[in-house]
Protein backbone atom coordinates (compact mmCIF):
# COMPACT_ATOMS: atom_id res chain seq x y z
CA UNK A 1 0.00 0.00 0.00
CA UNK A 2 1.00 3.46 -0.87
CA UNK A 3 1.96 5.79 2.01
CA UNK A 4 -0.44 8.59 2.68
CA UNK A 5 -0.19 11.52 1.37
CA UNK A 6 0.34 14.68 3.58
CA UNK A 7 -2.54 18.07 3.68
CA UNK A 8 -0.90 20.90 2.65
CA UNK A 9 0.36 23.20 5.23
CA UNK A 10 -2.08 25.76 6.45
CA UNK A 11 -5.45 23.65 4.95
CA UNK A 12 -6.83 22.28 8.52
CA UNK A 13 -9.42 23.86 10.50
CA UNK A 14 -8.41 23.14 13.94
CA UNK A 15 -12.09 21.85 15.03
CA UNK A 16 -12.82 21.23 19.02
CA UNK A 17 -13.97 17.54 19.75
CA UNK A 18 -15.29 18.22 22.76
CA UNK A 19 -18.02 20.25 21.15
CA UNK A 20 -18.33 17.48 18.59
CA UNK A 21 -21.90 16.20 20.37
CA UNK A 22 -23.49 19.77 21.34
CA UNK A 23 -23.68 20.40 17.24
CA UNK A 24 -27.24 19.21 17.02
CA UNK A 25 -29.63 22.09 16.29
CA UNK A 26 -26.47 24.03 14.61
CA UNK A 27 -26.08 21.36 12.13
CA UNK A 28 -30.01 20.63 11.44
CA UNK A 29 -30.37 24.42 11.30
CA UNK A 30 -27.84 24.37 8.53
CA UNK A 31 -29.02 21.42 6.51
CA UNK A 32 -32.82 23.12 6.32
CA UNK A 33 -31.06 26.26 5.52
CA UNK A 34 -29.19 24.45 3.05
CA UNK A 35 -32.60 23.78 0.94
CA UNK A 36 -32.31 27.16 -0.10
CA UNK A 37 -29.05 26.66 -1.97
CA UNK A 38 -29.63 23.13 -3.68
CA UNK A 39 -33.10 24.40 -4.74
CA UNK A 40 -31.29 26.79 -7.01
CA UNK A 41 -30.37 23.95 -8.62
CA UNK A 42 -33.08 22.20 -8.70
CA UNK A 43 -34.96 25.00 -10.42
CA UNK A 44 -32.38 26.23 -13.12
CA UNK A 45 -30.01 23.61 -13.51
CA UNK A 46 -30.63 20.50 -15.84
CA UNK A 47 -31.89 17.14 -14.47
CA UNK A 48 -29.09 15.02 -13.43
CA UNK A 49 -29.40 11.07 -13.43
CA UNK A 50 -26.76 11.13 -10.06
CA UNK A 51 -28.42 14.05 -8.42
CA UNK A 52 -25.50 16.05 -9.13
CA UNK A 53 -27.38 18.77 -10.21
CA UNK A 54 -28.55 19.49 -6.50
CA UNK A 55 -25.11 19.08 -5.48
CA UNK A 56 -23.32 22.28 -3.72
CA UNK A 57 -19.47 23.04 -3.55
CA UNK A 58 -17.31 24.34 -0.69
CA UNK A 59 -16.07 28.08 -0.76
CA UNK A 60 -13.12 27.75 1.81
CA UNK A 61 -12.44 31.60 1.50
CA UNK A 62 -15.60 32.30 3.54
CA UNK A 63 -16.68 28.94 4.77
CA UNK A 64 -19.63 27.94 2.95
CA UNK A 65 -21.58 25.77 0.44
CA UNK A 66 -21.93 27.62 -3.16
CA UNK A 67 -23.40 26.63 -6.29
CA UNK A 68 -23.18 28.44 -9.77
CA UNK A 69 -26.80 28.68 -11.91
CA UNK A 70 -27.88 30.77 -15.04
CA UNK A 71 -25.41 33.30 -16.30
CA UNK A 72 -23.10 33.82 -13.86
CA UNK A 73 -25.32 33.58 -11.01
CA UNK A 74 -24.17 32.01 -7.60
CA UNK A 75 -26.02 31.22 -4.82
CA UNK A 76 -23.65 30.18 -1.61
CA UNK A 77 -25.21 29.52 2.18
CA UNK A 78 -22.21 31.23 4.78
CA UNK A 79 -22.29 28.45 7.75
CA UNK A 80 -20.61 30.37 10.54
CA UNK A 81 -23.25 33.81 9.71
CA UNK A 82 -26.34 31.45 8.25
CA UNK A 83 -25.96 34.31 5.68
CA UNK A 84 -27.46 33.72 2.01
CA UNK A 85 -25.96 35.49 -0.51
CA UNK A 86 -26.71 35.85 -4.78
CA UNK A 87 -24.35 37.04 -6.99
CA UNK A 88 -24.13 37.76 -10.72
CA UNK A 89 -20.79 37.86 -12.18
CA UNK A 90 -19.32 37.84 -8.99
CA UNK A 91 -20.84 41.32 -7.77
CA UNK A 92 -23.21 41.01 -4.94
CA UNK A 93 -26.70 40.70 -5.53
CA UNK A 94 -28.64 40.59 -2.05
CA UNK A 95 -27.26 39.48 1.47
CA UNK A 96 -29.90 37.86 3.45
CA UNK A 97 -29.26 36.90 6.99
CA UNK A 98 -31.43 33.79 8.09
CA UNK A 99 -31.11 34.28 12.33
CA UNK A 100 -35.03 35.65 12.62
CA UNK A 101 -36.85 34.96 9.43
CA UNK A 102 -38.85 31.86 8.70
CA UNK A 103 -37.84 29.63 5.73
CA UNK A 104 -40.87 30.93 4.06
CA UNK A 105 -40.00 34.53 4.34
CA UNK A 106 -36.10 33.19 3.16
CA UNK A 107 -38.03 31.69 0.42
CA UNK A 108 -38.93 34.93 -0.94
CA UNK A 109 -36.10 36.79 -0.49
CA UNK A 110 -34.41 34.49 -2.49
CA UNK A 111 -36.72 34.34 -4.90
CA UNK A 112 -36.96 38.05 -5.35
CA UNK A 113 -32.98 38.12 -5.21
CA UNK A 114 -32.83 35.66 -8.14
CA UNK A 115 -34.94 37.88 -10.04
CA UNK A 116 -33.03 40.84 -9.41
CA UNK A 117 -29.75 39.13 -10.50
CA UNK A 118 -31.92 37.88 -14.27
CA UNK A 119 -33.24 34.64 -13.31
CA UNK A 120 -37.09 33.77 -13.86
CA UNK A 121 -38.33 34.04 -10.38
CA UNK A 122 -41.06 31.64 -10.86
CA UNK A 123 -38.77 29.05 -11.62
CA UNK A 124 -37.40 28.92 -8.21
CA UNK A 125 -38.98 26.58 -6.02
CA UNK A 126 -38.23 24.57 -2.75
CA UNK A 127 -40.19 21.57 -3.83
CA UNK A 128 -37.61 18.35 -3.34
CA UNK A 129 -37.86 14.70 -4.37
CA UNK A 130 -36.01 13.97 -1.13
CA UNK A 131 -37.19 14.49 2.63
CA UNK A 132 -34.79 16.35 5.16
CA UNK A 133 -34.35 15.30 9.24
CA UNK A 134 -37.49 16.62 11.40
CA UNK A 135 -37.22 20.34 12.92
CA UNK A 136 -39.30 23.14 13.89
CA UNK A 137 -37.75 25.40 10.82
CA UNK A 138 -40.04 23.02 9.22
CA UNK A 139 -42.90 24.03 10.66
CA UNK A 140 -42.49 27.76 10.97
CA UNK A 141 -40.18 28.66 13.49
CA UNK A 142 -37.34 31.22 12.82
CA UNK A 143 -33.93 30.44 12.24
CA UNK A 144 -31.65 31.21 15.32
CA UNK A 145 -27.86 32.15 15.88
CA UNK A 146 -27.60 32.57 19.45
CA UNK A 147 -23.99 33.28 19.47
CA UNK A 148 -22.63 32.19 16.79
CA UNK A 149 -20.14 28.96 18.07
CA UNK A 150 -22.29 26.15 17.09
CA UNK A 151 -22.57 27.30 13.34
CA UNK A 152 -18.75 28.25 13.82
CA UNK A 153 -17.63 25.28 14.72
CA UNK A 154 -19.94 23.62 12.27
CA UNK A 155 -18.43 25.23 9.56
CA UNK A 156 -14.89 24.24 10.72
CA UNK A 157 -15.81 20.81 10.57
CA UNK A 158 -16.41 21.47 7.29
CA UNK A 159 -13.69 23.43 6.06
CA UNK A 160 -11.33 20.55 7.47
CA UNK A 161 -13.11 17.69 5.59
CA UNK A 162 -12.79 19.66 2.59
CA UNK A 163 -9.09 19.91 3.09
CA UNK A 164 -8.38 15.94 3.95
CA UNK A 165 -11.17 14.78 1.17
CA UNK A 166 -9.79 17.21 -1.41
CA UNK A 167 -6.21 15.34 -0.53
CA UNK A 168 -7.89 11.67 -0.67
CA UNK A 169 -9.84 13.02 -4.09
CA UNK A 170 -6.35 12.91 -5.55
CA UNK A 171 -4.52 10.03 -4.07
CA UNK A 172 -7.52 7.36 -5.10
CA UNK A 173 -8.70 9.06 -8.57
CA UNK A 174 -12.29 10.72 -6.98
CA UNK A 175 -14.68 12.55 -8.09
CA UNK A 176 -14.48 16.60 -6.88
CA UNK A 177 -15.86 17.34 -3.42
CA UNK A 178 -18.79 18.14 -3.01
CA UNK A 179 -21.72 18.58 -0.41
CA UNK A 180 -25.02 16.70 -1.02
CA UNK A 181 -28.37 18.26 0.55
CA UNK A 182 -29.93 15.13 1.02
CA UNK A 183 -27.91 13.74 3.83
CA UNK A 184 -25.78 17.14 3.92
CA UNK A 185 -22.55 15.15 3.82
CA UNK A 186 -19.38 16.78 1.79
CA UNK A 187 -17.84 13.21 -0.30
CA UNK A 188 -15.60 12.39 -3.04
CA UNK A 189 -16.81 9.31 -5.42
CA UNK A 190 -13.96 6.72 -6.21
CA UNK A 191 -14.82 4.51 -9.31
CA UNK A 192 -12.66 1.20 -8.96
CA UNK A 193 -14.74 -0.53 -11.81
CA UNK A 194 -17.41 -0.51 -13.73
CA UNK A 195 -20.13 -1.13 -10.46
CA UNK A 196 -17.89 -0.49 -8.31
CA UNK A 197 -17.01 2.25 -6.14
CA UNK A 198 -16.05 4.02 -3.05
CA UNK A 199 -17.11 7.06 -0.98
CA UNK A 200 -15.19 9.08 1.47
CA UNK A 201 -16.71 11.89 3.09
CA UNK A 202 -18.00 13.29 6.20
CA UNK A 203 -21.68 13.36 7.89
CA UNK A 204 -22.63 16.45 10.10
CA UNK A 205 -23.97 13.77 12.15
CA UNK A 206 -27.16 12.01 11.57
CA UNK A 207 -29.32 9.06 13.79
CA UNK A 208 -26.41 7.31 13.75
CA UNK A 209 -24.28 9.25 15.39
CA UNK A 210 -24.78 12.57 16.97
CA UNK A 211 -21.41 14.12 16.24
CA UNK A 212 -19.51 14.93 12.71
CA UNK A 213 -17.36 11.77 11.79
CA UNK A 214 -15.56 10.95 8.76
CA UNK A 215 -16.63 7.86 6.83
CA UNK A 216 -15.24 5.69 3.87
CA UNK A 217 -17.93 3.08 2.18
CA UNK A 218 -18.22 0.88 -0.58
CA UNK A 219 -20.78 -0.58 -2.97
CA UNK A 220 -21.49 -3.32 -3.23
CA UNK A 221 -21.10 -3.41 0.51
CA UNK A 222 -18.68 -6.08 1.73
CA UNK A 223 -19.84 -8.42 3.83
CA UNK A 224 -19.29 -8.01 7.91
CA UNK A 225 -17.35 -11.14 8.70
CA UNK A 226 -14.81 -10.25 6.49
CA UNK A 227 -13.82 -6.99 8.10
CA UNK A 228 -11.80 -8.07 10.60
CA UNK A 229 -9.25 -8.75 8.07
CA UNK A 230 -9.11 -4.77 7.53
CA UNK A 231 -7.88 -3.09 10.81
CA UNK A 232 -7.99 1.12 10.21
CA UNK A 233 -5.23 3.69 11.17
CA UNK A 234 -6.42 6.54 13.02
CA UNK A 235 -8.87 5.20 15.82
CA UNK A 236 -11.35 4.87 13.21
CA UNK A 237 -13.80 1.62 13.52
CA UNK A 238 -16.11 -0.36 11.22
CA UNK A 239 -20.14 0.19 10.98
CA UNK A 240 -21.47 -2.58 10.41
CA UNK A 241 -25.58 -1.45 11.60
CA UNK A 242 -28.11 -1.06 8.66
CA UNK A 243 -25.08 -0.17 6.29
CA UNK A 244 -21.31 -0.74 5.85
CA UNK A 245 -18.20 1.47 6.58
CA UNK A 246 -15.34 2.87 8.29
CA UNK A 247 -16.12 5.97 10.65
CA UNK A 248 -14.15 7.52 12.24
CA UNK A 249 -16.13 10.13 15.37
CA UNK A 250 -15.42 13.39 15.44
CA UNK A 251 -15.14 13.12 19.64
CA UNK A 252 -12.14 10.56 19.13
CA UNK A 253 -10.13 12.74 17.32
CA UNK A 254 -6.95 14.72 18.84
CA UNK A 255 -6.83 17.76 20.22
CA UNK A 256 -3.77 19.60 18.66
CA UNK A 257 -4.38 20.79 14.69
CA UNK A 258 -1.15 18.99 13.31
CA UNK A 259 -2.37 15.69 15.65
CA UNK A 260 -5.98 16.00 14.52
CA UNK A 261 -4.91 16.30 10.27
CA UNK A 262 -2.24 13.22 10.79
CA UNK A 263 -5.52 11.47 12.38
CA UNK A 264 -7.90 12.09 9.50
CA UNK A 265 -5.76 11.64 7.10
CA UNK A 266 -4.38 7.95 8.30
CA UNK A 267 -7.73 7.12 8.58
CA UNK A 268 -9.13 8.37 5.17
CA UNK A 269 -6.21 6.77 3.56
CA UNK A 270 -6.22 2.90 5.33
CA UNK A 271 -10.30 3.02 4.78
CA UNK A 272 -10.06 3.42 1.05
CA UNK A 273 -7.23 1.88 0.99
CA UNK A 274 -9.09 -1.33 2.27
CA UNK A 275 -12.46 -0.49 0.28
CA UNK A 276 -10.63 -0.09 -3.14
CA UNK A 277 -9.08 -3.83 -2.12
CA UNK A 278 -12.46 -5.09 -1.25
CA UNK A 279 -14.05 -4.32 -4.36
CA UNK A 280 -10.89 -5.39 -6.36
CA UNK A 281 -11.76 -8.75 -5.63
Known amino acids: ?13 TVRPELARALTDARLQAHHAAR ?8 YREPALDDSHTSMRWSAQRGGLSMDVGDDVSVAL ?8 IARAGRQVAALTLSGRTMTDAEGLVRAALGRAGLEEGRYTTQRHFELPPHPIADGRAFEVANGEGSGELARWFGAAAAALDETARERGGSAVVCWPHHFDLATLITVAPGRTTGAGLSPGDGYYNEPYFYVNAHPSPPPDALTQYPLDGGGLWHTHEWVGAVLPGSTLAAAAGAQREQVRRFLHSATGHTVSMLRR
Open 78 to 85: WLAELTVT
Open 36 to 43: LVSAAGIS
Open 1 to 13: MSSPTALHEGSWC
